[in-house]
């Protein structure tokens, strides 16, 4: 069975700090998946990373993927309160079948 | 932007009720799939679909449940007879292989199921 742990579980952070979410695995993925979810409403794709040791960038949001292909990294630098929700990683085996998803981090930026 | 659809937003059922869920995946995509997420929890894979078949179930996704994808648009769970533990919000996907990024996959807003 393949599991994603994301630390920390919960994140309450002032504007303008940075943080880091991690998620692990101890099984490799063909890619990982960062999604953001708001109460009551669907993961939305962030971004996807496919490479061992790629790092992608989203504006303020980077994205790293170790080298194993077990395990990523989610940076937020100068975080804003609209960063606020919970931020979710997914495995993807590469075979067009189901997602893992990860624990989840709930983060909170106040002013 | 494209995106995935579902309907209805919330349901409400008796307990042994049937119910279907509906979904409009995105239009050129060929994978879809259903997961749920109980209040609080993990979102768990149910099934995913390609080629008008199951490619894979999950241990939840039992004879209660079943999917079709009786046109060229729509793609329905149905749950034959609900049970109280049934109580979730139920999100479909839908991805299509994209050279460099996988099978990403876009999920739907969720219709949320309330069994009573």
């Known amino acids: 069975t393949q599991l994603l742990e994301q630390s920390p579980q919960f994140l309450s952070i002032q504007e303008g700090e940075n943080l880091t979410v991690y998620c692990n695995s101890s099984s490799v993925f063909s890619s990982l998946q960062w999604y953001r979810q708001e109460p009551g409403e669907g993961p939305v794709l962030l971004v996807t990373?496919?490479?061992?040791?790629e790092v992608k960038k989203l504006k303020r949001l980077t994205f790293q993927f170790g080298d194993a292909r077990k395990d990523s990294s989610l940076h937020i630098t100068a975080a804003q309160p609209g960063d606020t929700g919970l931020y979710l990683c997914a495995g993807d085996p590469g075979t067009a079948s189901k997602l893992t998803f990860g624990t989840g981090t709930r983060l909170q930026v106040t002013l | 932007e494209p995106e995935v659809t579902q309907t209805p937003s919330h349901q409400v059922t008796q307990m042994g009720q049937e119910v279907i869920l509906r979904c409009v995946p995105i239009s050129n995509h060929l994978y879809f799939y259903w997961y749920r997420q109980i209040l609080g929890q993990k979102v768990e894979f149910l099934v995913s679909?390609?080629?008008?078949?199951?490619?894979?179930k999950s241990e939840i996704f039992d004879d209660q449940f079943s999917v079709e994808r009786p046109d060229g648009s729509n793609f329905t769970l149905k749950i034959r007879s609900t049970k109280l533990e049934d109580s979730a919000m139920y999100f479909c996907a839908s991805s299509l292989y994209v050279a460099g990024a996988g099978y990403e996959q876009y999920f739907g807003p969720g219709t949320r199921l309330t069994v009573t």
């Open positions: 679909f390609y080629n008008n078949e199951i490619s894979e």
């Open positions: 990373v496919v490479t061992g040791g």
